[in-house]
Antibody
Framework: EVQLVESGGGLVQPGGSLRLSCTAS????????MHWVRQPPGKGLEWVSG????????AYADSVKGRVTISRDNAKNSLYLQMNSLGAEDLALYYC??????????????WGQGTLVAVSS | EVVMTQSPATLSVSPGERATLSCRAS??????LAWYQQKPGQAPRLLIY???TRATGIPARFSGSGSGTEFTLTISSLQSEDFAVYYC????????FGGGTKVEIK
């Protein structure tokens, strides 16, 4: 069974940083591109960032570019999102998502349950 | 960036009726279009990929059609468990989502 378990969310002050993690199991992690998708409370889905199987292809949404860094460790079956300069607009549930494709996108066939990032002074 | 626009924002349908949801892309995405269902408190679930292929375990009452810039998700006979929010997503380039359509009980 495919499992994606996020961690690292929490309450942070404006301008602060967080590192989100996602641990994968039940499949060959390095056969898939991986992504982060976020959802503000009561709102829709927003793609945040994606990384190809070998980290050779990475992209970010304009809304987070320059403030976040995605990475992965295939030996540890783990995906990460380093988030800096956090603001109120970053308040959301952050999902770790598996793509069907190894390269960049593909459809999203497995989702974690999400980790909540809250920004408040 | 490819902008995805879904309509309507809310669709009121009686159980047993047909629901038709639309999704439009700002430029052609070929057939690289997926649909997801999300219920309150749950992560999204993949319904359709390749514009028209049902994901594993998805009932036949869900069907997708379209290519290029115009896409449709049809639920042929709404069941109680189908009332949810539906999102389209293009993956022709780095992905983008539509704003969602909430299907509610009429």
């Amino acid at each position: 069974e495919v499992q994606l378990v996020e961690s690292g969310g929490g309450l942070v002050q404006p301008g602060g940083s967080l590192r989100l993690s996602c641990t994968a199991s039940g499949f060959n992690f390095d056969d898939h591109a991986m992504h982060w998708v976020r959802q503000p409370p009561g709102k829709g889905l927003e793609w945040v960032s994606g990384i190809s199987w070998n980290s050779g292809n990475i992209a970010y949404a304009d809304s987070v570019k320059g403030r976040v860094t995605i990475s992965r460790d295939n030996a540890k079956n783990s995906l990460y999102l380093q988030m800096n300069s956090l603001g109120a607009e970053d308040l959301a549930l952050y999902y770790c998502v598996r793509a069907s494709d190894y390269a960049n996108a593909g459809w999203f066939d497995s989702w974690g349950q999400g980790t909540l990032v809250a920004v408040s002074s | 960036e490819v902008v995805m626009t879904q309509s309507p924002a809310t669709l009121s349908v009686s159980p047993g009726e047909r629901a038709t949801l639309s999704c439009r892309a700002s430029q052609s995405v070929s057939s690289n279009l997926a649909w997801y269902q999300q219920k309150p408190g749950q992560a999204p679930r993949l319904l359709i990929y390749g514009a028209s292929t049902r994901a594993t375990g998805i009932p036949a009452r869900f069907s997708g059609s379209g290519s290029g810039t115009e896409f449709t998700l049809t639920i042929s006979s709404l069941q109680s468990e189908d009332f949810a929010v539906y999102y389209c997503q293009q993956y022709n380039n780095w992905p983008t989502f539509g704003g969602g359509t909430k299907v509610e009980i009429k």
